[in-house]
């Protein structure tokens, strides 16, 4: 039996996230997609093949919490780690009691990431 390598999705319109968070999501052992916006991430069909999603909350257009919600309309329960800059305890608490993972409040250390990640690998 082959173990097949978990796919992860980096959904967030910072592009230095973009460009750091999957070269370090890859050295965890994944492979990894990032997508500028959650319109680009569902254009994409991305969750089709996504094991996991790191979801930036707050974007232009349509945010982190409404592309996971459309998700959950439309049957698909993709496993999501939220980060985010806002230190809102009130809509990371939110989160977790929608199903999130976790809600990471940026800056997060490699440490907090991989744990997070544990449910996921």
């Known amino acids: 039996m082959t173990n097949r390598q978990k796919h992860l999705s980096v ?4 592009e230095s996230v973009r460009e750091a968070l999957p070269d370090l999501l890859r050295s965890f052992g994944f492979s990894v997609d990032a997508f500028s916006s959650a319109e680009a991430f569902l254009n994409a069909e991305a969750f089709k093949i996504s094991d996991g999603m790191i979801l930036d909350i707050a974007m232009p257009g349509m945010t ?3 592309l996971y919600k459309e998700l ?8 999501t780690i939220f ?21 990471l ?3 997060f250390g490699d440490d907090e990431l991989q744990e997070a990640l544990r449910a996921i690998a």
């Open 11 to 14: 959904v967030d319109d910072d």
């Open 64 to 66: 982190g919490p409404e």
């Open 72 to 79: 959950s309309r439309r049957g698909q329960r993709v496993p």
């Open 83 to 103: 980060i985010t800059a806002l230190k809102d305890e009130i809509l990371r608490t939110r989160l977790l009691n929608e199903g999130a993972l976790e809600c």
């Open 105 to 107: 409040f940026k800056p």
